[in-house]
């Protein structure tokens, strides 16, 4: 089993649409938990961190589930711009931080 | 943005060449990090270096070799790779034991093709 497991994709959707992402991960001892974006052939950048609280960004909310160790991404009125693909990504503490990625869900917005 | 920079951008050397990866991060972080992104595969882990120390390296062939002179730079030296070792590797840096722990922030990669 992959230690961080994402919707295969790709999911096209029209500007305006709601769209959501799911990601589940298989260490019950990650500590940290972020999606991250990647424009093709460019670096992973952060778009947030998710907090058991759930928590949102603009039109982007992020929720976790540690019982069932789920984590959700949740984009509403989606723009062009948001085409990309988005990454899961769990984290290991204890002096370091050991990042473990998903294979990302690849995101394009049509007009 | 200026971050973290790394070059060359994009390198293309024979599987006899010795080449080396720079990166340097300017965001006063203490933790550094090499990955490889190959084709539709997740990002893997290669090495990790904490206050200059490397803490981790995640079973990667001794024809990559990191050095780490200080916090704020990391260098990968490549010699004898395989056409396998094509793929882009990015460098991040981070925070340990700060406000924003686990957050890590990638240099823009080198594209490595190995002929």
């Known amino acids: 089993r992959k230690e961080v497991e994402q919707d295969p994709g790709p999911f096209n959707v029209p500007e305006g649409a709601t769209v959501a992402f799911n990601c589940t991960y298989s260490n019950s001892a990650s500590q940290s938990f972020f999606w991250y974006r990647q424009d093709c052939r460019k670096e992973p950048k952060l778009l947030m961190s998710?907090?058991?609280s759930g928590n949102e960004d603009g039109r982007f909310t992020a929720q976790l589930n540690r019982a069932s160790q789920y984590i959700s991404l949740l984009i509403r009125d989606s723009k062009l711009s948001d085409s990309a693909t988005y990454l899961c990504?769990?984290?290991?503490?204890?002096?370091?931080?050991?990042?473990?990625f998903g294979a990302g869900t690849r995101l394009a917005v049509h007009p | 943005e200026t971050g973290v920079t790394q070059t060359p951008r994009h390198l293309v050397m024979g599987m006899t060449n010795k080449k080396s990866l720079k990166c340097e991060q300017h965001l006063g972080h203490n933790a550094m990090y090499w990955y490889k992104q190959s084709a539709k595969k997740p990002l893997e882990l290669m090495f990790v270096y904490n206050f200059k120390e490397q803490t981790e390296n995640n079973s990667v062939p001794s024809r990559f070799s990191p050095e780490c002179p200080n916090s704020s730079h990391l260098f990968l030296h490549l010699h004898t790779l395989q056409p396998e070792d094509s793929a882009l590797y990015l460098c991040?840096?981070?925070?340990?034991?700060?406000?924003?722990?686990?957050?890590?922030?990638f240099g823009p990669g080198t594209r490595l093709t190995v002929t």
């Open positions: 990504v769990v984290s290991f503490s204890g002096g370091y931080n050991k990042l473990i």
């Open positions: 998710v907090y058991s």
């Open positions: 991040a840096s981070s925070q340990v034991n700060g406000p924003s722990d686990n957050e890590q922030y």
